[in-house]
């Protein structure tokens, strides 16, 4: 009996030391990053979620899926009512630009999206890609290794459960990074949260990450006979160059700002100075909601 109490604590000290050895270093982390480049990582599927939420307010979810060999989708949301407001699937686009008059389809689009520096700053980008000789491309590239490779201050990993490892640090300009990582998964990385100095909020949110996982569910129709019951006016358009191009990427930017624009009126006044004219946001608003109801129904987050 009088040894029991030793034994114990023999046994608790010998449990430390087993759960300190399974918590790796920040430098063999380092090493389990890696960045994805498609189409061309051999992967068999690849997921994820993104969310930004920058201060002014504008609060964006979009959701990545790519199945091998040649399936891709984007899916992209006002996250604060999840009305969607860029959708890629089956090489279709729609753009819900509120300040449109009508939905615009486009009938051959390639999704690309790219999470990479440039400079000082981390850019998340979404688009679509028109054909080039014919041919849809589709493009995702995540650079994660310059992103952690920047994280040079204050790091510190510690252990969570179902064999997780929580990352956290800061770079030279006092942006700070938390991380969720599973060492013994084939793609380590399992989330990413990028913070700005003085912003509660995650200014960059990567989750759900999902590297070949057979699981994975992609969508593959876009659903062209539900949108056409709905009754939402939508335009099918082909753009003929560089001009109309752009000037449809254009329309998807303010798709993005328009619809946190009404609810904000100093974005209001951001927006009508960069288009140069004055703006019927009552009537804008009116339009959206009806519209909106419709789509939510018909596009819902992954």
């Given at each position: 009996m009088k040894k029991t109490p030793l034994l114990a604590m023999v046994l608790i000290v010998l449990l430390t030391a087993v759960a300190q050895a399974q918590t790796p270093s920040a430098e063999s982390l380092m090493k389990l990053i890696r960045d994805i480049r498609l189409p061309q990582d051999n992967l068999s599927s690849l997921a994820f979620d993104m969310r930004m939420n920058l201060p002014m307010p504008l609060n964006i979810l979009c959701q990545v899926r790519y199945h091998a060999p040649d399936c891709y989708s984007l899916h992209v949301f006002d996250d604060h009512d999840?009305?969607?407001?860029?959708?890629?699937?089956?090489?279709?686009?729609?753009?819900?630009?509120?300040?449109?008059?009508?939905?615009?389809l486009i009938a051959s689009a390639g999704?690309?999206?790219?999470?990479?520096?440039?400079?000082?700053?981390?850019?998340?980008?979404?688009?679509?890609?028109?054909?080039?000789?014919?041919?849809?491309?589709?493009?995702?590239?995540?650079?994660?290794?310059?992103?952690?490779?920047?994280?040079?201050?204050?790091?510190?990993?510690?252990?969570?459960?179902?064999?997780?490892?929580?990352?956290?640090?800061?770079?030279?300009?006092?942006?700070?990074?938390?991380?969720?990582?599973?060492?013994?998964?084939?793609?380590?990385?399992?989330?990413?949260?990028?913070?700005?100095?003085?912003?509660?909020?995650?200014?960059?949110?990567i989750s759900d990450i999902g590297v070949d996982a057979a699981s994975q569910t992609a969508a593959i129709l876009f659903p062209m006979t539900e949108l056409a019951a709905s009754g939402v006016e939508y335009s099918q358009i082909e753009p003929q160059g560089m001009v109309d191009t752009a000037l449809v990427a254009t329309s998807v930017i303010k798709a993005v700002f328009a619809r946190s624009a009404i609810r904000n009126q100093q974005l209001r006044e951001k927006i009508e100075e960069m288009i140069g004219q004055r703006v019927d946001w009552a009537a804008i608003e009116a339009s959206d909601a009806a519209r909106s109801e419709k789509l939510r129904q018909i596009f819902k987050p992954l």
């Open positions: 999840q009305t969607p407001v860029l959708i890629i699937i089956d090489h279709k686009a729609l753009i819900n630009d509120p300040m449109a008059g009508s939905l615009t999704v690309a999206f790219d999470l990479v520096p440039r400079g000082e700053e981390y850019n998340a980008q979404f688009a679509f890609n028109m054909p080039i000789d014919g041919k849809i491309n589709n493009r995702i590239e995540l650079d994660f290794k310059t992103m952690f490779a920047r994280v040079t201050e204050n790091v510190s990993v510690e252990s969570a459960s179902a064999g997780a490892i929580i990352f956290s640090g800061t770079t030279s300009k006092k942006s700070r990074c938390t991380a969720v990582l599973t060492p013994d998964e084939k793609f380590a990385l399992r989330e990413v949260n990028l913070y700005i100095e003085d912003e509660p909020l995650p200014i960059l949110q």
